[in-house]
């Protein structure tokens, strides 16, 4: 269906309700790992759908419809965290691992390994973190992810390059 809302202008709450069931859990991980808290990714992603609701007559078709909730998401999460509350926190919830393993040693290492990358890209400066996370776990092409951050190719490239590198370094230099 994202391919049939590339022109879209107006939408039956009916098929909107589609289009939350298929990007919903993809929009709400990529603001949680933007703000680091739950309940604030519930919040902002409900926002998101809602002003995708309220505002797509104004979607032209010049990105996938999921590039472009991810847009609208990007954007409030972001005026999220200009809040002067917000720079105030902590943002160290870790991630859990649910996979489970054959064995328990496996699992428990398979989850500390896991642990060990998500706080490092949690640590991460925004700016690297957010293009890892479009790339790695949203799989978004580099035009995607540049018409996104409304940034060039290139610095997509570069960005992603940093932000492997330096989790690669960190990896390194804490099993050191």
Same mark, same amino acid.
């Not at 998401?73 to 160290?92: E, G, V």
């Given at each position: 269906m994202d391919d049939n809302l590339r022109y879209v202008s107006e939408i039956e709450a009916v098929d909107f309700r589609y289009v939350i069931e298929n990007h919903g859990q993809e929009v709400w991980n990529?603001?949680?790992?933007?703000?680091?808290?739950?309940?604030? *990714?519930?919040?902002?992603? $409900?926002?998101?759908?809602?002003?995708?609701?309220?505002?797509?007559?104004?979607? /032209?078709?010049?990105?996938?419809?999921?590039?472009?909730?991810?847009?609208? *998401? /990007? @954007?409030?999460?972001?005026?999220? /965290?200009?809040?002067?509350?917000?720079?105030?926190?902590?943002?160290?919830?870790?991630? $859990?691992? @649910?996979?489970?393993?054959?064995? *328990?040693?496996?699992?428990?290492?398979?989850?500390e390994f896991s642990d060990d990358i998500w706080r490092i890209v949690l640590e991460l400066p925004m700016k690297l973190r957010e293009v890892l996370l479009l790339d790695a776990v949203h799989h978004m092409t580099m035009k995607e992810i540049a018409d996104t951050l409304n940034i060039s190719i290139g610095t997509v490239k570069s960005r992603i390059y940093r932000a492997r590198a330096k989790v690669a370094k960190q990896l390194e230099k804490e099993n050191d």
């Open positions: 990529y603001i949680y790992f933007l703000v680091g808290k739950p309940d604030i *990714a519930d919040d902002i992603t $409900q926002d998101t759908f809602s002003k995708a609701y309220r505002y797509i007559a104004s979607f /032209r078709g010049d990105s996938s419809f999921r590039t472009w909730l991810i847009k609208i *998401a /990007r @954007n409030l999460a972001s005026d999220y /965290r200009k809040k002067s509350f917000f720079r105030k926190m902590i943002l160290m919830d870790i991630i $859990q691992d @649910n996979k489970t393993s054959p064995s *328990a040693e496996e699992e428990y290492l398979s989850k």
